[in-house]
């Protein structure tokens, strides 16, 4: 059955590295809202040599119309069979999965959840510390007092689905992956 695999976590939680290390596993895409709102360039350094750096363009104003991108490009991988597809955002909330599972349900997909498992996954001050996106520590702070816990967004996802889903947690400090049923 095709997969799809949903990372949730607050910015600088380990979710994304969480995604990339499941994904070099087992295959597959991995789509982030991260992607359409950031750019890569190339430069010379001081020596000369060509140089390639990744820089965030994110903004308020960006958010909407990138969670709809994403949306789109998981529509067509799913139109074209792809699997897994990993969709690497926040997803605080079911509202901004439940998009995912529908799409997922009418492709005939699997969903499956990947969280952090991080020491500091629910620390919003270290986690400030470790996103690489620049998140205010008020804007993490706020997503992690409305972050659903995932009993909840599981249940809301059978509830659509009616079938029973996976949870992939990932422990970042030594890069052991476990599914649980």
Same mark, same amino acid.
């Given at each position: ?109 699997? #969903?499956?959840?990947?969280?952090? &498992?991080?020491?500091?996954?629910? =620390?919003?001050?270290?986690? @400030?510390?470790? /996103?690489?996106? *620049? ?17 909840? #967004?599981?249940?809301?996802?059978? &509830?659509?689905?009616?079938?029973? =889903?996976?949870?992939?947690? @990932?422990?970042? /400090?030594?890069? *052991? ?5």
């Amino acid at each position: 059955m095709n997969r799809l695999i949903i990372g949730r976590g607050i910015p600088g939680s380990g979710k994304s590295t969480a995604v990339k290390v499941l994904q070099s596993e087992i295959g597959g895409i991995i789509l982030s809202t991260d992607e359409i709102v950031s750019s890569t360039y190339r430069f010379k350094d001081g020596e000369g040599n060509w140089c390639e750096k990744n820089i965030y363009l994110w903004n308020s104003d960006m958010v909407k119309e990138s969670h709809y991108v994403n949306k789109m490009k998981c529509h067509t991988a799913m139109s074209k069979g792809i699997s897994p597809i990993f969709i690497d955002n926040t997803n605080i909330t079911f509202n901004e999965i439940e998009p995912y599972v529908l799409m997922a349900k009418n492709f005939g997909y699997q #969903v499956e959840y990947i969280l952090p &498992n991080s020491s500091w996954k629910d =620390n919003p001050e270290e986690c @400030f510390v470790k /996103n690489t996106h *620049n998140v205010p520590l008020e804007v993490i702070k706020r997503m992690a007092a409305k972050f659903e816990n995932q009993e909840l #967004v599981d249940l809301k996802t059978k &509830n659509i689905l009616k079938v029973a =889903n996976n949870i992939i947690e @990932f422990d970042s /400090n030594d890069f *052991n992956i476990a599914a649980h049923m």
